[in-house]
């Protein structure tokens, strides 16, 4: 069964240090992958997506995944975070052919630190 | 373009009621799916609806149960609340053209339901 796994639940960085958030995927096919931000009481913001071709890719907000078939994984990264970063991260695959069903992980909280 | 909007924001229940939860989709939007994230988790999927019929369900058991409007707008019923059915439920839409999978979800702001 596909799986998303985010193995830090909390990370705290300095405002202006680098960020990287970790997730491995579990899929035995061509993965459709997916950043979700999601703020206190808002819903969930598309960062970005990966569906084949380039396996670097470049976000909103700065942010940019790379997907490594190898590791099963897609990193989110961005190289100077902000205080307005401070969110809940998910990462996300798609389920299945038909496209119809986003698996998330639990999700990483990022606190940013000045 | 209007977002894809949800009501009512928050919800207080009993166990045994019955809830019903409303989403109007993003403006071109045709397809609508659900999904409950439990306190500390992420979000997991309920079912989704395309052209009024159910398009696929996860792992929830019948008295979850929803339906979409010709207008695309959709609606999710809880039936025999129980105390774990509290949860942020979201709704998100998205537009699906000829079968293609890579259609990115707009997600809704949730309805914060609890069961007492």
């Known amino acids: 069964a596909q799986s998303v796994t985010q193995p830090d639940i909390h990370i705290t960085v300095s405002e202006g240090a680098s960020l990287e958030l970790r997730c491995n995927y579990s899929y035995g096919a061509t993965p459709y992958l997916f950043w979700y931000v999601q703020s206190p009481g808002q819903g969930l913001q598309l960062l970005l997506k990966?569906?084949?071709?380039?396996?670097l890719v470049q976000g909103i907000k700065g942010f940019e995944a790379e997907f490594k078939r190898s590791q099963s994984s897609f990193n989110l990264r961005k190289p100077s975070v902000h205080w307005s970063d401070a969110a809940e991260y998910f990462c996300?695959?798609?389920?299945?052919?038909?496209?119809?069903?986003?698996?998330f992980g639990k999700g990483t909280t990022l606190s940013v630190s000045s | 373009e209007t977002g894809v909007t949800q009501s009512p924001t928050h919800l207080i229940k009993t166990r045994g009621q019955q809830v019903t939860l409303r989403c109007s989709s993003q403006s071109g939007h045709n397809t609508v799916s659900w999904y409950q994230q439990a306190l500390g988790q992420g979000p997991q999927f309920i079912f989704q609806y395309y052209r009024e019929e159910e398009n696929g369900r996860g792992n929830f058991p019948p008295r979850f149960s929803g339906l979409q409007f010709p207008n695309y707008s959709s609606e999710l019923n809880v039936n025999a609340l129980e105390l774990d059915d509290s949860a942020l439920y979201l709704c998100?839409?998205?537009?699906?053209?000829?079968?293609?999978?890579?259609?990115?979800?707009?997600f809704g702001p949730g309805t914060r339901l609890t069961v007492l």
């Open positions: 998100a839409s998205s537009l699906v053209r000829g079968g293609a999978v890579n259609n990115e979800q707009f």
């Open positions: 996300a695959v798609v389920a299945n052919q038909a496209g119809t069903a986003l698996i």
């Open positions: 990966y569906f084949s071709g380039d396996t």
